[in-house]
C-alpha cells in the first residue's frame, strides 16, 4: 500500500532554516509528480510547491518564492523542502502528497517563533 511519511519539522527562530523529507513506498515513486503542501490552524490547506516526476520541473506559491526549494532523489524514493528565511506565517503542518493518485502523509509540524 502507498504510505508517505514526512519527518524534519520543529521549531525554528525567524530566519532560520528547515528541511523537510517525505519518504515514499507503494508506488513507482519515480512516475509521479509531488507536492508539498501545508496548513495553518483556522486555515485551509495551501499547495506550496510542485515538482514532476524526473525532477525537472518545479512550481512554487508565491509566498515562499525564492526561499523554499522543492526537490527529489528517485533512488530513496523521497522528496524534499528546504525552506530557508523561514517566517512566522510558515508556521503550519506540512503535508507531502502524491499529484494523481491523491495520497497524503501525516504531516509534520513547522513552527517559527522566537
Known amino acids: 500500500q502507498v504510505q508517505l511519511v514526512e519527518s524534519g519539522g520543529g521549531l525554528v527562530q525567524p530566519g532560520g532554516s528547515l528541511r523537510l523529507s517525505c519518504a515514499a513506498s507503494?508506488?513507482?515513486?519515480?512516475?509521479?509528480?509531488m507536492s508539498w503542501y501545508r496548513q495553518a490552524p483556522g486555515k485551509e490547506r495551501e499547495l506550496v510547491a510542485t515538482?514532476?516526476?524526473?525532477?525537472?520541473?518545479?512550481k512554487y506559491a508565491d509566498s515562499v518564492k525564492g526561499r523554499f526549494t522543492i526537490s527529489r532523489d528517485n533512488a530513496k524514493n523521497t522528496v524534499y523542502l528546504q525552506m530557508n528565511n523561514l517566517k512566522p506565517e510558515d508556521t503550519a503542518v506540512y503535508y507531502c502528497?502524491?499529484?494523481?493518485?491523491?495520497?497524503w502523509g501525516q504531516g509534520t509540524q513547522v513552527t517559527v517563533s522566537s
Open positions: 502528497k502524491v499529484v494523481v493518485l491523491g495520497y
Open positions: 515538482i514532476t516526476g524526473a525532477g525537472s520541473i518545479t
Open positions: 507503494g508506488f513507482t515513486f519515480s512516475s509521479y509528480a
